[in-house]
T-cell receptor, first 115, second 110 residues
Framework: AQSVTQLDSHVSVSEGTPVLLRCNYS??????LFWYVQHPNKGLQLLLK??????LVKGINGFEAEFKKSETSFHLTKPSAHMSDAAEYFC?????????????FGSGTRLLVRP | DVKVTQSSRYLVKRTGEKVFLECVQD?????MFWYRQDPGLGLRLIYF???????EKGDIPEGYSVSREKKERFSLILESASTNQTSMYLC?????????FGQGTRLTVV
C-alpha cells in the first residue's frame, strides 16, 4: 500500500533561517511526489513535483526538494524563510502504475515563521 | 487560467438533511476527486471519477455518494448529514498527475 508520513506536525523557524520539512513515502514502484502549500483560508497550491526526472526539484518561491530513493524521502527545503511562508504544507504521493492519478496526502506540517 | 469552482465556501446544514456539494472545472479533465480535510489527518479521498458516469470509492466513502452527469461537473452528496461530517471538503481536477483544487467548502452540520 502507498503511504506518506510527514515527520513533524509543526515546525517553527525564525525569519531568514533555513526551512526543512520532512517527508517519507512508501510505494511499491517509483511514484510521483509532490509538495502542496495551503495558506489560511486559501486553496491548495502546487509547490513542486517529482516525476522521475532530476532528483533535485526546484519549485516556486525558492523551495526545493530532493528525491532520495534509498531513504524513501522527499524533504522540502528553503534556504531562508520569509514571513509569507507561514502556511500548512502537504507531502503527496501519486502511485506509479495508477492511471486514475489518485493523490495520497500526508497529515500536513504547519510552518510557523517568527519575526 | 485553470479554474475549479466549488459552489459554496460555507454551508450550515441540519442533521438528517440531504446535502449537495457542487464542483465545476473548465479544463476538460477526465479525472475529478472529492476529499475531506480534517486537522491532523490531511486530506482523505472520498470518491473519484475518471469519466462521465464513472465513479470509484476512495478511502472513506461511507455516508457519501457522487454524481457525474457531465464531464465538467462532479457532485458530492451527503444522503443524510451527520455531525461527524462537519469538515472542509475539497474538489480537485487532475491532468497528467497535476491536481488543481477548488477553494473548498466548509460544511457545518448542526
Amino acid at each position: 500500500a502507498q503511504s506518506v508520513t510527514q515527520l513533524d506536525s509543526h515546525v517553527s523557524v525564525s525569519e531568514g533561517t533555513p526551512v526543512l520539512l520532512r517527508c517519507n513515502y512508501s510505494s511499491s514502484y517509483s511514484p510521483s511526489l509532490f509538495w502542496y502549500v495551503q495558506h489560511p483560508n486559501k486553496g491548495l497550491q502546487l509547490l513542486l513535483k517529482y516525476t522521475s526526472a532530476a532528483t533535485l526539484v526546484k519549485g516556486i518561491n525558492g523551495f526545493e526538494a530532493e528525491f532520495k530513493k534509498s531513504e524513501t524521502s522527499f524533504h522540502l527545503t528553503k534556504p531562508s524563510a520569509h514571513m509569507s511562508d507561514a502556511a500548512e504544507y502537504f507531502c503527496v504521493v501519486s502511485p506509479a502504475m495508477d492511471s486514475s492519478y489518485k493523490l495520497i496526502f500526508g497529515s500536513g506540517t504547519r510552518l510557523l515563521v517568527r519575526p | 487560467d485553470v479554474k475549479v469552482t466549488q459552489s459554496s465556501r460555507y454551508l450550515v446544514k441540519r442533521t438528517g438533511e440531504k446535502v449537495f456539494l457542487e464542483c465545476v472545472q473548465d479544463m476538460d479533465h477526465e479525472n475529478m476527486f472529492w476529499y475531506r480535510q480534517d486537522p491532523g489527518l490531511g486530506l482523505r479521498l472520498i470518491y473519484f471519477s475518471y469519466d462521465v458516469k464513472m465513479k470509484e470509492k476512495g478511502d472513506i466513502p461511507e455516508g457519501y455518494s457522487v454524481s457525474r452527469e457531465k464531464k465538467e461537473r462532479f457532485s458530492l452528496i451527503l444522503e443524510s448529514a451527520s455531525t461527524n461530517q462537519t469538515s472542509m471538503y475539497l474538489c480537485a481536477s487532475v491532468m497528467n498527475t497535476e491536481a488543481f483544487f477548488g477553494q473548498g467548502t466548509r460544511l457545518t452540520v448542526v
